[in-house]
């Protein structure tokens, strides 16, 4: 199911369930030449990480190479996090997604109600009216 997974992803990458945490500073330190002292509260973006052409070229562009051979590099693909607090659903989100994915590809045929409806965020990217489809079952 690598394929499966490689879609799984990129989507995933272009609109991550989490968009981002806070994070406390443990020390003091600079950044781009900003000081940020120890204690402060910082937030970090998956979004931002996942469009960031320096990490992923063509950001825009659905393009499943990316998760080819070695993939992204480290802390680049973080729709579950990274690090020590990362996900723990992580594992089982993966083996939802693919039984899912397996599932709706391999026993339906399936259209989009509502074809150009638009995501909105509020805090998490969602469709507008749900994503309603219609489900149509493989014959035979």
Request: hydrophobic fraction near 35%.
């Amino acid at each position: 199911m690598k394929y499966s997974w490689s879609v799984a992803c990129e989507v995933l990458r272009i609109e991550p369930p989490l968009q981002g945490a806070f994070r406390e500073t443990i020390r003091h330190f600079m950044y781009n030449g900003y000081s940020i002292p120890k204690g402060w509260k910082l937030y970090w973006s998956a979004h931002s990480t996942h469009k960031n052409p320096e990490f992923f070229p063509e950001p825009q562009i659905f393009d499943l190479s990316r998760f080819e051979v070695k993939g992204p590099a480290p802390y680049t693909f973080v729709p579950f996090g990274g690090g020590p607090r990362t996900c723990p659903g992580k594992e089982y989100a993966r083996l939802e997604i693919l039984v899912f994915m397996h599932h709706l590809v391999t026993k339906f045929k399936w259209e989009r109600i509502i074809p150009n409806e638009q995501v909105i965020v509020n805090p998490m990217p969602r469709p507008a009216k749900g994503l309603p489809i219609r489900l149509y079952p493989h014959k035979g």
